[in-house]
T-cell receptor, first 115, second 117 residues
Framework: AQSVSQHNHHVILSEAASLELGCNYS??????LFWYVQYPGQHLQLLLK????DPLVKGIKGFEAEFIKSKFSFNLRKPSVQWSDTAEYFC?????????????WGLGTSLAVNP | DAGVTQSPTHLIKTRGQQVTLRCSPK?????VSWYQQALGQGPQFIFQ???????QRGNFPDRFSGHQFPNYSSELNVNALLLGDSALYLC????????????????FGPGTRLLVL
């Protein structure tokens, strides 16, 4: 079965530190890749997505992610985190097409940013 | 442009009861997916509706059923509630691009928090 792995379950950083959250998937075919964020008490929001083209994609709030096909990875980065980035981050991978497409989710990474 | 809306926001039920949750998709979207999110976990896919038909289903028992209406809104029904059904139920809407397309982006509503006592 296809899977999505998020290596860091809990991350604690100080403000202004750099962030990199890992995401790896197991499907070898064409994929669409997503990062979602869930702030405390709020609903899931789309941070960024990759369908095709430039493997370095930029999202909202200064986040970016790089798709490395050879490594089956789509890591999320931010050069300098803020206290307001404290949230749960989910990587999701969409593969297949039509009735056979699947959106597979990672277990999430909880990020706490200390002021 | 209204986003995905869900009702009610919170619900308390007892074991054995039945519950219906509602979802209105984002304007222009025609596909609705339902997820269950337990505390501290990622979303677990329940099923997806397009053109009023269930197109895909996750690993959930038949107690979980759904419906999509001609205006694309959707309902999730859970029968014979168990304590373990307590969770946040998320609705996501998207555009269905058909067999050839797979560039689907799902947008989520705020969820309905269900507590089963």
């Amino acid at each position: 079965a296809q899977s999505v792995s998020q290596h860091n379950h809990h991350v604690i950083l100080s403000e202004a530190a750099s962030l990199e959250l890992g995401c790896n998937y197991s499907y070898g075919g064409t994929v669409n890749l997503f990062w979602y964020v869930q702030y405390p008490g709020q609903h899931l929001q789309l941070l960024l997505k990759y369908f095709s083209g430039d493997p370095l994609v930029k999202g909202i709030k200064g986040f970016e992610a790089e798709f490395i096909k050879s490594k089956f990875s789509f890591n999320l980065r931010k050069p300098s985190v803020q206290w307001s980035d404290t949230a749960e981050y989910f990587c999701a991978v969409n593969y297949g097409a039509g009735n056979n497409r699947k959106l597979i989710w990672g277990l999430g990474t909880s990020l706490a940013v200390n002021p | 442009d209204a986003g995905v809306t869900q009702s009610p926001t919170h619900l308390i039920k007892t074991r054995g009861q039945q519950v219906t949750l509602r979802c209105s998709p984002k304007s222009g979207h025609d596909t609705v997916s339902w997820y269950q999110q337990a505390l501290g976990q990622g979303p677990q896919f329940i099923f997806q509706y397009y053109e009023e038909e269930e197109r895909q289903r996750g690993n959930f028992p038949d107690r979980f059923s759904g419906h999509q209406f001609p205006n694309y809104s959707s309902e999730l029904n859970v029968n014979a509630l168990l304590l373990g059904d307590s969770a946040l139920y998320l609705c996501a809407s998207s555009l269905w691009f058909g067999l050839a397309g797979n560039q689907e982006t799902q947008y989520f509503g705020p969820g309905t928090r269900l507590l089963v006592l």
